[in-house]
């Protein structure tokens, strides 16, 4: 039987979005540095959060996007850092055990990763993304039972989720479920996972 790979481009997991306020300085620096990363500079988008930080220390917020910006020039172990500083200062912020299960995930540490999907899940039950990428994690480490059960609870949160039909479908095809993961893997495709259809010329004939 054919082995298949997850391909890069749905293991790298994608960071979720910036999070604003508006009101004093701080979250006049805040704004400008999501816009400044939004434009994909991200260097002057951390000076801008640095200058938020630096006048009131205590916003997570500000920690919380300087992480994806870092995460953004690849620097997860600083992005890291700035997440576990954002949960420190809120500890129920789903978004940034995300982001640092994503990080995790990025340096390869797959059980540090699951046990902030695991925190995001239970802080935010309806986080289709959560469950898709500790899904992923999963298959990574060769639970595929686990991570279908994860990727089907993805679907049915969010029915168009083009990349667990794919990764489904990969955990399918190890297991033996021919007939299945064709079946996901054309649902990818009709998603726009164009690359499902290089993997159904393979198993599908």
């Known amino acids: ?3 298949l790979q997850i391909p890069v481009f749905l293991i790298l997991f994608s960071f979720s979005a910036y999070s604003q306020k508006t009101g004093d300085e701080a979250d006049t620096y805040n704004s400008r540095g ?10 002057g988008a951390i000076k801008d959060f640095n200058k938020a ?12 996007n300087r992480g994806i910006a870092k995460g953004n020039l690849e620097d997860y172990n600083g992005a890291i850092k700035d997440y576990n500083k954002a949960i420190e200062l809120k500890p129920d912020f789903a978004d940034a ?6 990080a995790k995930g990025y ?3 797959h059980y540090g990763a699951i046990k902030d999907y695991n925190k995001v ?4 039950p309806d986080f289709a993304g959560a469950y898709c990428n500790r899904g992923t994690i999963k298959a990574i480490l060769e639970d595929h039972y686990g991570a279908i059960k994860d990727f ?3 679907i049915e949160l969010k029915p168009d989720f083009a990349g667990a039909y794919f990764i489904r479908g990969i955990a399918k095809h190890t297991l033996g479920d021919k007939k ?14 164009y690359e499902a259809y290089e993997v159904i010329k393979q198993l599908c004939k």
Do not use: F, Q
């Not at 999501?34 to 260097?43: E, P, T």
């Not at 055990?97 to 994503?102: E, H, K, Q, S, T």
């Not at 899940?121 to 935010?124: D, G």
């Not at 064709?182 to 990818?188: G, S, V």
């Open 34 to 43: 999501i816009a400044k990363s939004k434009l994909g500079d991200h260097y």
């Open 121 to 124: 899940i239970e802080l935010k």
């Open 107 to 109: 340096l390869e540490d």
């Open 1 to 3: 039987m054919t082995k």
């Open 152 to 154: 089907n609870k993805a």
């Open 180 to 193: 299945g993961a064709c079946l996901d893997m054309n649902k990818a495709g009709e998603l726009g996972v």
């Open 97 to 102: 055990y995300y982001n640092r299960g994503n």
């Open 53 to 64: 930080i630096e006048l009131k220390p205590d916003y997570a917020l500000a920690y919380y």
